[in-house]
């Protein structure tokens, strides 16, 4: 099988992710790296654990397509240079999709909070979608069924996986396993959360037009997982006030980003 890893200054986090793909206990792992031109040492890094590197772009959606067609194995999965996996993950992965014939397995992943206060937020939001149908994306997935549906839409920069994911379910059956990825690559501060959600709000009219009526109930801040999980907000309110800062922060700017995406195109 196959992992494919999309990099772009990616220096700070790519020895953990690679140390946890190259811990994995399955055999026969072939890693695959893509850098979008690195400035700092990221090719140098993967060099270290594979020969397969190769500089692609310009973002990570074609990053990823093109580490798939360059990509040999039965299964390929995408792993952001920022993740790092928990023991037996691929294993897990392998046998769940053969013993049910699943075209995908879904794999949840939570963020690391010891980055900052945020992640710890972010890590109380995601913790409530890990049996959630709705607000998750496959990413281990059998090449040629990747391949079938046509892979990452390249001109999405937000949504990507979401899209993806729902041509995937029209057509196949998906499963889930139970070991997780850690995300180390968190918000440290508001105005990160607000940069970084502007940027990506910029091509979400394009994910939307796309996805239509599911896609808006993926990108909605008003979920039933939350009231499902609202005994969470009432024990820890710190925590909670954050998730509100939070989702105001990210909302707010996500929509400014997406008028002028709109305007622009």
Not at 64 to 88: H, M, P, Q
Not at 230 to 247: E, T
């Amino acid at each position: 099988m196959s992992v494919v890893i999309p990099t772009k200054n990616s220096a700070k986090t790519l020895v953990q992710c690679l140390e946890s793909v190259k811990k994995q206990d399955y055999e026969n792992i072939e890693i695959i790296v893509v850098d979008n031109h690195s400035t700092d040492n990221t090719v140098e890094i993967a060099k270290h654990y594979t020969n397969s590197v190769y500089t692609f772009s310009p973002e990570r959606s074609s990053q990823i397509n093109y580490g798939v067609k360059c990509a040999t194995g039965k299964y390929v999965y995408r792993v952001d240079s920022d993740f790092v996996l928990e023991n037996g993950l691929i294993s897990e992965a392998v046998s769940v999709s053969e013993s049910n014939d699943y075209a995908a397995v879904l794999i949840h992943n939570a963020s690391d909070p010891t980055v900052s206060y945020w992640a710890k937020v972010r890590k109380f939001e995601r913790d409530m979608y890990d049996a959630d149908d709705l607000n998750v994306a496959v990413r281990f997935i059998k090449r040629d069924v990747f391949l079938l549906v046509g892979g990452f839409d390249s001109r999405l920069v937000y949504g990507e996986d979401y899209d993806l994911h729902n041509r995937i379910i029209e057509k196949y059956k998906i499963g889930r396993i139970n070991a997780k990825e850690l995300h180390l690559g968190e918000y440290k501060s508001i105005k990160e959360i607000a940069k970084v959600n502007y940027y990506y709000g910029k091509s979400a009219y394009l994910f939307l037009e796309k996805n239509r009526s599911r896609g808006i109930k993926q990108v909605n801040p008003i979920r039933l997982v939350y009231l499902k999980h609202y005994r969470n907000f009432l024990r820890h309110p710190k925590l909670s006030a954050g998730f509100i800062v939070y989702q105001v922060v990210r909302y707010s700017s996500g929509f400014i980003g997406l008028l002028v995406g709109k305007i622009n195109h």
